[in-house]
């Protein structure tokens, strides 16, 4: 090309060394983690304002961070350990962070742009979208980008019709169950998987590719989760040949794809699977047909994950028959609840992993009768629950304590429609957001249950506290903490107690002004009073005093008057 040789011309002959600029360090984009009162940070969408929050429980109310109207054209979302925050634009999505402030970090251009998705460790973040065909005819075309988070580029990108991505569960964007590719392997972002028809495409994100080029090849799957810990595939298979071959849930490993364990299942009707935070354990709650085929019962397959061979433990309720409205793990634990029943004040039953006697076997804690609950809400660092009765219960709250098997307070947010955790498990929110037209905005709890304050908000679109990255410290040293606690907490009790003096201190500043605006007040009028006096003397015929001691009181009868009027009476001698 001629620009090459022109550039090549002009390369001087004396050599210059190239210029080096100085070194400026990045700011620190996990600042927030630093705060010296521990606090953390909440987010709120109401109106056109997007608006980030210290909640300073302390204090008894939010203080401001940062706002700004119009940030987002739908909704944001934290990244999974809070350094970034997304946003979405007509021309794609956006991430925001920094050390006092939001700054833009990146761009992802992607048109149209609907819905996104972080991988577990931040390293990634998937774009989707859909777009009208231009002919009426042809299905609609789904783009799905997956961009590197720190620099910006696209990795890979996959397109089709949604029937390429659809699979056969229900739920997403049109048959499309978001998200469509889920994350693998803990944090470390290594691989990727989707559900196509009778496959499972694994990927992994060193190139990007399929895992041994091929897909891991499943007759009529069902549904798939990974295990939030380790490279393990939790898969489900429905009956086929009309009950011939039985149901099953398989586990595999990746990337060897080597089947771990299998159970086989018989006369199933449906099948969920949960897995505990930690991938210490997987439950499998299976609804079966009876015999007849009339009804159906459900009961839960307990797999031990960590165990050697992975032993299965077959648990079903006293009651077969109950349905089952709730299911949860306690995070980081071995205990789980279950919301059971048919009738509108269905029970709640704890059970623990590990019993008494035998760590091998499960063992059920409690029951709690008639609860007006249909939600579970466990607290992120475990031993707290909150038992919500959402919908058509209006927004009652349980804040019950499941190491001492009692309930710590209840409550109501009259029609609350979410409940969110902060990350340290201290407080928690309860929001009403705009599905419903009143009482908009959010509360927040202790963990005990106790109100610390409220806020309202009109059009009040979404709450979500900024996730925290896992602790940084070992678990005997987290131990030696809680061993060693009330050496830690005198600093904190002093702390605590400085800012209730310095409220209290507020408190009767505010009082003593609130005093010396009725003081003022008072002498404003009795100023009046003193120059009002001569008018008053003069109304009182020259009487001097005001005091009313000193008047006597008289009664003095005056007539009055009022009305004459004439009448002529006629009188008639004649009678006579």
Known sequence: MFEDFDRFMKVPDEWAPPESNPYTPGENIQQWLMDEKARDQLLIRSGSDTEVFWNDARHLKPEPVYKRPFWTESYVQWSPLGTYLATIHRQGAAVWGGAGTFNRLMRFAHPQVKLIDFSPGEKYLVTYSSHEPSNPRDANRIVINIFDVRTGKVMRDFKGSP?????????????????????????????????????????????????????????????????????????????????????????????SKEELRQKNLFSVSDCKMYWQSNGDYLAVKVDRYTKTKKSIYTGFELFRIKERDIPIEVLELENKNDKIIAFAWEPKGHRFAVIHGDNPRPDISFYSMRSTHNSG???????????????????????????????????????????????????????????????????????????????????????????????????????????????????????????????????????????????????????????????????????????????????????????????????????????VSEEILSVDFGQE
């Open 361 to 563: 076997r499960v063992s059920k804690l409690t029951t709690l009768k008639g609860k007006q609950a249909n939600a579970l809400f466990w607290s992120p660092s475990g031993r707290f629950i909150i038992l919500a009765g959402l919908k058509g219960f209006n927004g009652q709250l349980e804040f019950y304590n499941v190491d001492e098997l009692e309930t710590m307070a209840t409550a109501e947010h009259f029609m609350a429609t979410d409940i969110e955790w902060d990350p340290t498990g201290r407080y928690v929110a309860t929001a009403v957001t705009s599905v419903h037209e009143m009482e908009n905005g959010f509360n927040i709890w202790s963990f005990n249950g106790k109100l610390l304050y409220r806020v309202l908000k009109d059009h009040f679109f979404q709450f979500a506290w900024r996730p925290r990255p896992p602790s940084l410290l070992s678990a005997e040293k987290e131990e030696e903490i809680a061993k060693n606690l009330k050496k830690y907490s005198k600093k904190y009790e002093a702390e605590d107690q400085d800012v209730s003096m310095l409220l209290s201190e507020q408190d009767r500043e505010k009082r003593r002004m609130l005093k010396e605006e009725w003081e003022k007040w008072v002498n404003e009028w009795k100023k009046l009073h003193e120059e009002e006096k001569q008018l008053r003397q003069k109304l009182r015929d020259g009487e001097a005093s005001d005091e009313e001691e000193e008047y006597e009181a008289k009664e003095v009868e005056v007539e009055e008057v009022l009305d």
């Open 163 to 255: 029937d390429d991505f659809a699979i056969g569960g229900t739920g997403g964007v049109a048959g499309i169950s978001w998200p469509v590719f889920r994350w693998g392997g803990g944090k470390d972002d290594k691989y990727f998987a989707r559900m196509g028809k009778n496959v499972i495409s694994v990927y992994e994100t060193e190139t990007f590719s399929l895992i041994d080029k091929k897909s891991l090849k499943v007759e009529n799957v069902m549904d798939f989760c990974w295990s939030p810990t380790d490279p393990i595939i939790a898969l489900f298979v429905p009956e086929l040949g009309g009950g011939n071959q039985p149901a099953r849930v398989s586990l595999v490993q990746i990337p």
